[in-house]
């Protein structure tokens, strides 16, 4: 009789990894779009209002203290193209609404801030281009001079006169009138933004997922 050897273990076989999918491509980033409305960098339209008002606050200075137009009266530079003529303005432009009361000062203070403030915000919602930003530091800084003018001195200090051969010019101005009318004229000159079209949505085919799902689970035919 032959003894039985006994049997080895055979190994138990080796795990093999299972395949790995290859990664999945990502899909560029598309930035972000900024929550709420696109707001416009001020930076410029501070410029500029600073610009002008401290020009013509300057020149006020030096007509009414170094010249002494105010005790001049008139002092002809390019006559008659360009003469400096005195006037203190209680009113608006040309003297509208004119009245020495302090009322009527303080009224014309507040409503030349109230447009302030009002070109401000309007311009920064707006997303304004460079020519709106312009015009509006120009509006602001010539507003906020005159203002200056009837806090300092009751009224606004006109010392500019232009006439021609002939004819004579019995208004004055400032800078900061020239720059509010400027101002204004560009404001409204102001070409408008228009919307980008919004691009028209795809109905989705019907029925494509259902057939897509029946196939997979074997209860739908193929080919």
């Known amino acids: 009789m032959q003894q039985e050897l006994p049997l080895e273990p055979t190994p138990p076989a080796a795990s093999q990894p299972a395949p790995q999918s290859a990664p999945k491509p990502r899909r560029p980033r598309t930035p972000k779009k900024p929550k709420g409305p696109v707001r416009t960098d001020m930076r410029l339209v501070i410029w500029i209002a ?3 008002f401290v020009v013509d606050q300057v020149l006020k200075y030096w007509v009414v203290h170094v010249l002494q137009l105010d005790r001049l009266r008139e002092i002809d530079v390019l006559p008659p193209w360009l003469n400096l003529r005195m006037a203190w303005n209680q ?4 003297g509208l609404m004119a009245s020495d ?9 507040a409503v030349a801030l109230a447009i302030v403030a009002w070109v401000w915000v309007w311009i920064w919602r707006a997303d304004a281009g460079r020519f709106a930003r312009v015009a509006a530091g120009l509006l602001i800084g010539g507003a906020l ?7 300092l001195y009751g009224a606004v200090a006109d010392f500019l006169n232009m006439s021609l051969p002939g004819w004579q010019n019995p208004y004055s101005f400032n800078v900061a009138d020239i720059a509010i009318f400027a101002g204004a004229i560009g404001l409204v000159l102001v070409p408008q933004k228009k919307e980008p079209p919004k691009p ?11 057939a897509r ?5 074997g209860t739908g035919k193929s080919g």
Do not use: S
């Open 101 to 109: 009361t302090d009322v009527t000062k303080w009224i014309l203070i």
């Open 145 to 151: 001079g005159n203002v200056i003018d009837r806090l």
């Open 213 to 217: 799902d029946k196939t997979r689970d």
């Open 50 to 52: 600073t610009t002008i």
């Open 91 to 94: 009113g608006v432009n040309f």
């Open 200 to 210: 028209a949505r795809q109905p989705r085919a019907k029925g494509g997922d259902g």
